[in-house]
């Protein structure tokens, strides 16, 4: 098995998903319908006190549309959750390898991270879920190897923001001493955009650009050298 901080982050993207802005992923597909559902249900209720008829409700369907595109609520949270981490992925993906410092680049990876938190939020939202679910969860043998799975790709995106950490070590435009310790505290900051953020009567996406540059000059501040 290849070590997650050594994959380039770009591999990692379904073919589907390339080339697909953040906030187009969630699409009028039947399938894709009931994942919104689903994610709006997990971020309201949480996992455990979420059901199938309470996606059912939300999509005002009948159950069996559900149970048509997946066969457990785990079965739905998984997905849920690796199309959470897909989203990020796909974003931070293009910016990590991209021309400038690595401050620079980092600066748009986390404008990035924050706007999918506000833009994706209900999906977004469902990452710490997952987290919990896999340090506190009871769970069988075969949920746990998939979120094993889930988790690898979370450390892997992670694993982004530590590298360009370390790089503004070397190439001077960051002062980050523990590249692991400042990519926690990084996202810990920029996650719980996810949790504050409502959005406005009449917002536009200009409106969500200027936030998330506001909270990047904020969050950025002490590490840019």
């Given amino acids: 098995m290849q070590d997650a901080a050594k994959v380039p982050l770009q591999g990692r993207i379904p073919a ?21 559902a689903a994610a ?12 199938m ?13 559900v149970y048509h595109h997946f066969r457990s609520k785990p079965e739905l949270f998984f997905e849920v959750f ?17 021309p400038g410092t690595a401050a620079e680049r980092l600066r748009r990876m986390a404008r990035a991270h924050i706007l999918c938190m ?22 069988s043998d075969e949920h746990k190897a998939t979120l094993e799975e889930l988790m690898n790709l979370r450390r892997g995106y992670e694993d982004a923001f530590r590298r360009i950490f370390a790089a503004g070590a070397v190439d001077g435009s960051m002062k980050a001493a523990d590249p692991s310790l400042a990519m926690r505290t990084l996202l810990g900051a920029i996650n719980w955009v996810a949790v504050w953020y ?21 969050v950025l501040g002490g590490y840019l050298s």
């Fill in 118 to 139: 506000m833009e994706t939020q209900a999906f977004q939202r469902n990452l710490t879920l997952g987290v919990d679910l896999y340090r506190f969860g009871e769970t």
């Fill in 198 to 218: 409502t959005p406005r009567h009449g917002e536009t996406r200009a409106h969500r650009e200027k936030l998330a540059d506001d909270v990047v000059a904020q």
């Fill in 82 to 98: 690796r199309r959470a981490i897909f989203i990020l992925i796909r974003e931070a993906a293009v910016h990590e390898t991209g």
């Fill in 16 to 36: 589907d998903m390339q080339g697909t802005a953040a906030n187009d992923l969630v699409s009028p597909d039947r399938r894709e319908e009931v994942l919104a």
């Fill in 53 to 65: 008829d309470d996606v059912a409700d939300m999509l005002g369907a009948t159950k069996g549309r």
């Fill in 40 to 51: 709006e249900c997990f971020m309201r209720r949480g996992y455990e006190a979420t059901s």
